[in-house]
């Protein structure tokens, strides 16, 4: 029986981070993993549905273009985009793939190893793993269990990844559909109905149970977005719950009924149904191996498990499924077992982006969440159309909001940014928070001009009382309010 330092289940972005610390930790290595290298990193995932994110972008652009000059507007075909889709997954896969067979020449030593099969935990320190050539056994003081998630199905809905899809099922697609409706209105159905309300060429419908899409998210950024769609015929319909879901003849058929009793009913070619994510852990540990867990994923300490050689990182934990943060916890999983973190693993300065139109990025804690939380703080914004990069770009919409403590230390709490460049925008303030600093460190930072991250500066300066722009001048494109004792108030600028 081969004997490893590390077992490593699952090569998406959490399980081959980990892996790879392990070589910088000079230790004996095996990654496994039973489809495709890069998981949902790559494939139905991140990468490819902001690739499709990307070409929507460039199509809307033309389309309006077209429009502004009087220019017929070009039908793009589905497949041609697909294919430039898979490209991009392709390159990103064999990047991964040539490095994982170089990493030993450049470490100089037998340290990585890899298998393509299904593993299964057996033993506290023992792992099955089932091949198209058979089946063995491995030995590893520890194992970390990285398996990522899967699109979260619906009983009632009768999902073929054909006609009713997940996004695993978008790449099943053979052209744009002329009408789908998008079952949930969080982070990834919003994404998808910015992706083919961008193309035009597909009539997009969102059921949204309550009166608002994201509706973790601040009113004023809701507010922007629902714009965006519905300016592109999205018709969302609010406050209204599925009651039934069927393919007919080869179209799907859904029921609505309202709030206020009634009922309608609609025909469309597709259906996305985008309710979450749920781990995957099914079949993945014997019986024998007693690993605490719920509905959510598994339980972990700082990406320990209740048994103190295996580790669970990535979605299938109970904490946030994100790429960026199962790479982290997969690099720090290591560390933690091989040396010891330079400081704890922390989510409050997780940064995030929301591909839609606008784009969203975000850091720290929203005003939905300060409040929930009962935190005394304020929030600063400036609107793009004072920034000059945005008008050289010819595109103002949009904002930057920063949220501080509500005192003299004024303690960054959070940040969004809707507009041009935002996931740009966000690091120095994410690096902030983590530090738990104050804002003056920005305010007479030099930043690059034009750019969008002068908008931070001006935020920042702002809340000192001594921006360039004048608040009390600019009122409807400069804001500020606090919070504190549960009482909004607006906060009045010279």
């Known amino acids: 029986m081969d004997k490893y330092d590390v077992c490593v289940i699952g090569g998406g972005p959490a399980g081959y981070a980990a892996a790879m610390r392990a070589v910088d930790f000079k230790k004996k290595v095996l990654l496994i993993e039973k489809n495709k290298i890069g998981g949902a990193g790559i494939h ?36 041609i985009l697909k294919e430039e889709v898979n490209k991009a997954v392709s390159k990103r896969r064999e990047l991964l793939e040539h490095h994982m067979h170089n990493i030993n020449l450049n470490a100089g030593a037998d340290l990585f190893h890899f298998r393509q099969g299904i593993a299964k935990v057996v033993g506290e320190n023992v792992v099955v793993v089932r091949t198209e050539d058979g089946e063995f056994e491995i030995e590893a003081d520890n194992i970390i269990l990285a398996t990522g998630s899967r699109p979260r199905k619906l ?201 839609l139109a606008p784009e969203v990025a975000g850091v720290g804690l929203n005003e939905i969440k300060a409040r ?58 994410a690096l902030l928070i983590s530090m738990n600093k104050g804002i003056e460190e920005l305010a007479e930072l030099i930043h690059p001009h034009p750019s969008i991250i002068e908008g931070i500066q001006e935020c920042v300066r702002m809340l000192l009382n001594k921006s360039m722009l004048k608040p009390g001048v600019l009122r409807d494109a400069m804001r500020c309010t606090s919070f504190e004792d549960g009482k909004l108030e607006n906060v009045a600028f010279a």
Not at 48 to 72: D, G, I, Q
Not at 205 to 224: Q, S, T, W, Y
Not at 378 to 406: H, P, Q, W
């Open 155 to 355: 009983d009632n809905i009768p999902i073929d990844e054909n006609i009713i899809l997940t996004s695993d099922g978008i790449e099943n697609l053979k052209e744009f559909p002329k009408s789908m409706v998008i079952v949930g209105a969080g982070v990834i159905g919003c994404e998808f109905a910015t992706i083919f309300s961008n193309f035009g060429q597909t009539k997009v419908h969102m059921i949204d149970k309550g009166d608002r899409i994201l509706p973790f998210e601040d009113e004023d950024i809701v507010k922007i977005i629902e714009q965006n769609l519905e300016s592109k015929e999205v018709l969302i319909h609010r406050n209204s719950k599925l009651m039934d879901m069927k393919v007919e003849n080869g179209m799907v058929v859904y029921t609505l009924e309202y709030e206020n009793g009634s009922k309608e009913i609609f025909h469309v070619e597709k259906a996305l149904v985008s309710v979450g994510r749920i781990p995957n852990y099914e079949n993945l540990l014997s019986a024998s191996v007693k690993i605490n867990m719920d509905s959510r994923g598994i339980i972990d300490d700082l990406t320990q498990t209740s048994v103190p050689n295996i580790y669970a990182v990535g979605d299938i934990t109970a904490d946030i499924a994100l790429v960026n943060v199962g790479e982290l916890e997969g690099r720090y999983s290591i560390e933690k077992i091989f040396g010891e973190p330079e400081k704890d693993l922390i989510y409050e300065n997780i940064s995030t982006i929301m591909f």
């Open 372 to 429: 929930e939380q009962n935190i005394p703080h304020k929030v600063v914004s400036l609107d793009y159309s004072c920034i000059s990069r945005a008008i050289a770009m010819r595109n103002t919409e949009g904002f930057i909001k920063v949220i501080v403590s509500n005192d003299e230390e004024m303690r960054v709490l959070g940040m969004r940014v809707v507009g041009e460049h935002a996931s740009s925008s966000i690091e120095a303030v």
């Open 44 to 79: 139905n995932g991140a990468l490819s549905s902001k690739t499709w994110w990307e070409l929507s972008r460039e199509a809307f652009a033309l389309r309006s273009h077209c429009k502004a000059t009087n220019v017929p507007t070009p039908k793009h075909n589905f497949q």
